[in-house]
């Protein structure tokens, strides 16, 4: 259904989505986004420090990996915004050439429970690292994730914590709704500013050649005080500010500056030229269903290219996580991708993609695998178990990734039992490539018109 509330204008637009295929409620489509173009439905491996632990950007490439996430809070923090901006925002920072979405810092920020301060103008926190004082506005989160450079960026919305009563859910929902609105119109006014024309290669960068976006010129308050703070956004005039910043970065490795001189990889990535990034507005309401509805509804008056929902996977049941799934999702405009946030098992990705689910994310499968939890085709696998200390055979015998085709049971569970940090790149790639793996299955699944048949060939069963 098309909504004729939307404001925004597809030809400004940095996406665009296609529906290829339909198979009850769900579909495949292709997400173009500046850096990549992306099938859907997809799996996110989450990069929360710019890096997902353990693999290497290559392998992330041969293992399919469309699109990654990186985490705003945690970026924040470190290495800082400023730091990631000079180097050309998080594609040129980590050398990923393909999508990236980040999240708003929201989720991380009300994880820290005891540590933050909820007010309307935004909240008040406490660094997990070293207990600094910081403040996220929905202002300020726009401009970190304008600065990290993300292909999508999210809006800065409140994690209704679970259980809440209706009135908490209402009052929390409504906080959202207006800082969504706070988020796009800072967006909108400062999308341009995005790191992507920025060289990486800042060290043969001249001063004629360097061409600082408005935005670069950076706060000096920021040089002085906690890297990447972006609380003081608004302060000061850039104008005044623009020449210490570019002469810091113009003399990068000199003491204080953040970026080395050696090291600079020669490799270059295509800027997109002219494209800026996508902002996603992000439906709550509690595990209200109503709540939800109106949620979804104002936040399309708002007007996004695409909609995620958000505060599930709070601890409550899974089942009551499906219904409001289910139920949002008739909400949400047909036509534009749909992000299901932190979820799932692989038996809940595939379902939620059987739902109409297009993008979902989860730590699930990277966390595991260093926890030596592996998702197999056979069932979960416990590598740490005596019984794989004699086992010859693969981890997974279905499975063509690189770990599966080369080494033993036996081995793996030596890894892990010895500690050694092989065990946990190795587990990793395995795990990701079983996700990666399991939505291919499900798209293929989907664009053959097998409406259930993939339900109950895809997943990880219990072990016998
Ligand atoms: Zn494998």
């Known amino acids: 259904m098309l ?39 997809v799996f996110m491996p989450v990069g929360t420090l710019a890096s997902v632990k353990g693999v290497p950007q290559d392998t992330l490439e041969e293992l399919g990996a469309q699109i990654i996430l990186g985490n705003t809070y945690h970026l924040y923090l470190r290495p800082g915004i400023e730091t990631v901006r000079r180097m050309g925002g998080l594609h040129g920072f980590m050398a990923w050439p393909r999508a990236i979405l980040t999240d708003s810092g929201g989720f991380q920020v009300f994880s820290l429970n005891e540590l933050r301060k909820v007010t309307e103008e935004g909240v008040m926190f406490r660094s997990h690292l070293d207990g600094s004082s910081h403040f996220f506005s929905p202002e300020s989160a726009m401009e970190a994730q304008i600065g990290l450079g993300a292909d999508i960026i999210m809006a800065f919305d409140e994690c209704t914590e679970h259980p809440a009563d209706h009135a ?3 009052a929390s929902m409504e906080l959202t709704l207006r800082w969504a609105a706070r988020s796009k119109k800072y967006f909108e006014e400062h999308k341009h500013e995005v790191p992507w024309g920025n ?19 950076n706060d000096k308050k920021k040089e002085e005080s906690a890297e990447g703070y972006v609380g003081t956004a608004a302060a000061g005039c850039p104008a005044e500010r623009s020449s210490a910043a570019q002469a810091s970065l113009r003399s990068p ?11 600079v990889p020669t490799q270059t990535f295509p800027t997109p030229s002219q494209k800026t990034q996508s902002l996603f507005g992000i439906v709550q309401g509690g595990m209200d269903r109503e709540l939800r509805k109106e949620s979804a509804e104002r936040t399309i008056e708002i007007g ?11 601890g409550e049941p899974r089942e009551l996580t499906r219904e409001i799934v289910e139920s949002t999702l008739e909400h949400l405009p047909a036509d534009q991708p749909r992000y299901l946030m932190g979820v799932g098992t692989p038996e809940e990705i595939v379902e939620y993609a ?8 989860c730590v699930l499968p990277t966390r595991a695998a260093r926890h030596g939890l592996l998702f197999t085709s056979e069932g979960k696998v416990s590598i740490k178990q005596a019984r794989y200390a004699q086992d010859p055979g693969p981890l997974d015998p279905t499975c063509g990734c690189r770990v599966c085709l080369r080494y033993s049971r036996a081995y793996l569970r030596h890894l892990y039992a010895s500690n050694e940090v092989l065990a946990q790149v190795l587990n990793t790639i395995h795990n990701l490539s079983f996700y990666l793996d399991t939505m291919r299955r499900v798209r293929h699944s989907i664009s053959l018109g097998e409406e259930s048949g993939f339900l109950s060939s895809v997943g990880s069963r219990p072990k016998p």
Do not use: W
């Not at 490795?253 to 090291?263: F, I």
């Open 168 to 170: 908490r859910a209402r």
């Open 253 to 263: 490795g000199q003491p204080g500056a953040a970026v080395p001189t050696q090291a």
């Open 354 to 361: 059987s739902l109409g689910v297009d993008m979902m994310d």
């Open 3 to 41: 909504n004729p509330h939307r404001c925004y204008n597809p030809e400004r637009m940095s996406i665009s989505f296609h529906i290829d295929a339909s198979s009850g409620k769900a579909r495949t489509g292709r997400l173009l986004t500046p850096h990549a173009e992306i099938e859907t439905p």
């Open 199 to 217: 060289s990486r290669q800042l060290s043969a960068v001249s001063p004629q050649q360097e061409q600082i976006p408005r935005f670069a010129r």
């Open 304 to 314: 996004f290219p695409g909609y995620a929902i958000g505060g599930l996977s709070v």
